[in-house]
């Protein structure tokens, strides 16, 4: 049964950075392309970075230049380094193997971890 543990949100000023991490348990992360979405409240949840199995990263347009995604195949975590945090990135953000499309392969999401960006 795959476990996905989301951690490292808080409460952060805008302009400040926080380091989510994502632990799995129940499955290798190492033979899948990993990724980390956000939901924020009304909207939809969005995919705002993978990296794949060989370590190539992509972010969305939101994101890009202030997040930085990595992994630790040894310890089975996937990371999101947000840097310049902004108000709009306020959100509850989950880590989960996208597919082709951006759609989750893994069924059951973790709890997730609120990042709120607020002065």
């Known amino acids: 049964q795959v476990q996905l543990v989301e951690s490292g949100g808080g409460l952060v000023q805008p302009g400040g950075s926080l380091r989510l991490s994502c632990a799995g348990s129940?499955?290798?992360?190492?033979?899948?392309?990993m990724g980390w979405y956000r939901q924020a409240p009304g909207k939809q949840r969005e995919l705002v970075a993978h990296?794949?199995?060989?370590?190539?990263?992509n972010y969305a347009d939101s994101v890009k230049g202030r997040f930085a995604i990595s992994r630790d195949n040894a310890k089975n975590t996937v990371y999101l380094q947000m840097n310049s945090l902004k108000p709009e990135d306020t959100a509850v953000y989950y880590c989960?193997?996208?597919?082709?499309?951006?759609?989750?392969?893994?069924?059951?999401w973790g709890q997730g971890t609120q990042v709120t960006v607020s002065s």
């Open positions: 989960n193997a996208p597919t082709i499309g951006g759609m989750a392969r893994f069924a059951s």
């Open positions: 129940g499955v290798r992360f190492s033979i899948y392309a």
């Open positions: 990296i794949t199995v060989g370590g190539t990263t």
